[in-house]
């Protein structure tokens, strides 16, 4: 299942290992993942959203920082319309973060990544 969602890569250049953020198949995998992982965060994206694509790196850098202690996952809204409902969100790039399986933050648009950062590092 999605145990580790997180998937590793070898860099092109150098042999060093970076994490990079999974996208999730739809709502079942979400509702796994967030009831048996202690912190979560989710970004919603989609293939056409110019923003989304700005956030994309951001979302892998969190990964890659803060693998130890949280999920970072990616979710395609176009795919996934009952999240979006769900959740109310009407605006993308939206990153939600969940704790011990309650939402407790969202950051919306394309923000710096210490907002993202810093939004995560207080609920650690």
Known sequence: ????????????????LSMAAEYLPDEAA??????????????CTASWCGPCKLVAPLMDQLADEYGDQV???KL???NNKSVAKRFG????????????????DTVIGAKPYS???STLAKHL
Do not use: W
């Not at 979400?30 to 970004?43: A, G, R």
């Not at 969100?89 to 407790?104: D, H, M, N, R, Y």
């Open 1 to 16: 299942m999605y145990e580790s969602t997180l998937v590793r890569h070898v860099q092109t250049f150098g042999a060093s």
């Open 76 to 78: 395609d809204i176009d």
């Open 71 to 73: 999920t970072v996952v």
């Open 115 to 117: 907002e993202f950062s």
């Open 89 to 104: 969100i009407k605006s993308i790039p939206a990153v939600l973060f969940f704790k011990q399986g309650e939402q407790v």
């Open 30 to 43: 979400l509702d796994n993942l967030i009831t048996t992982q202690p912190m979560v965060v989710m970004d």
